[in-house]
């Protein structure tokens, strides 16, 4: 077990990914500490999701670790994998619902299948984790189709909490969102991580999210992480993206917005 098991919720070390001949990754190294919402940014094609699969297991790394809650998560057997599994909750870009399914259902789903709970006792807490995302009760019995973009957000959220995580993922949580929209979403985020106390690794591309939610920001470039840290440190990082990133029109828009 990770002697910074206590403190890190995820230590990433040493990570390769790559699609056939395409490096994505290169001996990249990074540590999630417990109870941070971590804001993981970069350019286009950088491998901000790449990295949050990889750490998920839907992309298994071709070198390096990723420790979870103090496991090796690829080294671990099924069971052990499979626990952890249990802790965290993800929120894929544009909620990724079962179209199938009514709100309630596709939140019920995990808690069926994880905890094998039905009847009301599933109702009851499908029902819970809507009013905690800010929907109304009645929109359980809506479908995917019948939503609009914030409520999906909201609703895909929902089921990532289903069964009470420590640790959830955000993959560009406000995209398409309009700004009172995406603010609302902020809000939500950071005031579920202090009642909850939730450990949040949000990919994002979104200057207002880093300032209004995020406690350190990771910016990837050059296949690594090349800075790490809060925000007003990361923004001082002598490097061209970062610089074209937090310098330009937009951030230092997002900054006064912050200052005012």
Not at 77 to 95: A, H, K
Not at 222 to 238: C, Q
């Amino acid at each position: 077990m990770s002697s910074a098991a206590g403190k890190n919720v995820i230590e990433v070390s040493g990570l390769r990914t790559q699609f056939g001949d395409h490096v994505v990754h290169d001996n990249l190294d990074l540590n999630v500490r417990r109870g941070e919402i971590l804001g993981v940014v970069g350019g286009s094609g950088t491998g901000k999701s790449v990295l949050m699969r990889a750490i998920i297991g839907l992309k298994r790394p071709d070198a390096g670790t990723v420790n979870v809650f103090g496991e090796n998560f690829y080294d671990a057997d099924e069971n052990t994998r499979l626990s952890i599994e249990r802790r965290w909750g993800v929120l894929f870009q544009g909620g990724a619902l079962f179209s199938s399914m009514t709100v309630a259902q596709n939140i019920m789903a995990p808690i069926r299948e994880h905890l094998g709970f039905e009847g009301d006792l599933a109702k009851d807490m499908a029902a819970l984790k809507i009013s905690m995302v800010g929907l109304r009760a009645e929109a359980g019995a809506n479908f995917p189709s019948e939503l609009s973009g914030g409520m999906k957000k909201r609703a895909g959220l929902a089921r990532a909490l289903a069964l009470d995580p420590e640790l959830v993922f955000l993959d560009e949580p406000t995209a398409g969102l309009d700004p009172i929209g995406a603010a609302k979403f902020d809000d939500l985020i950071v005031n579920l991580k202090e009642t909850l106390g939730l450990t949040v690794f949000m990919v994002t591309h979104d200057l207002d999210t880093l300032h209004a939610a995020c406690d350190r920001v990771a910016v990837l470039a050059e296949k690594r992480v090349i800075a790490v840290g809060p925000l007003d440190e990361v923004r001082r990082t002598d490097h061209p993206w970062v610089q074209e990133y937090f310098a330009g029109p937009r951030g230092r828009a997002a900054l006064a917005a912050k200052a005012s």
